[in-house]
């Protein structure tokens, strides 16, 4: 199973019970007929990964720019 699923906060929801709603059919299971709700799932799991990375990347852009600030005033104090 996808290591997101054990997050606190459950961002797809919806497509985990429909995973699991069809996963309790064991020979669809094992046929293929789970694969659009997997395939739901895959996709949402990568767009919230998407946006969290963006948010991250965004955060550590604006912590390297007040770093390179505050370097910048204790050079010009010298």
Do not use: Y
Request: charged share 35%.
């Amino acid at each position: 199973m996808h290591p997101q699923l054990s997050d606190k906060r459950i961002v797809c929801r919806e497509f985990i019970q429909a995973l699991d709603a069809c996963h309790v059919n064991n020979w669809a299971r094992l046929t293929g007929g789970c694969n659009q709700e997997k395939d739901s799932l895959n996709k949402c799991l990568r767009k919230e990964r998407v946006e969290r990375s963006t948010r991250n990347r965004t955060q550590a852009k604006e912590k390297r720019l007040k770093t390179e600030q505050v370097w910048k005033e204790l050079h010009q104090d010298d």
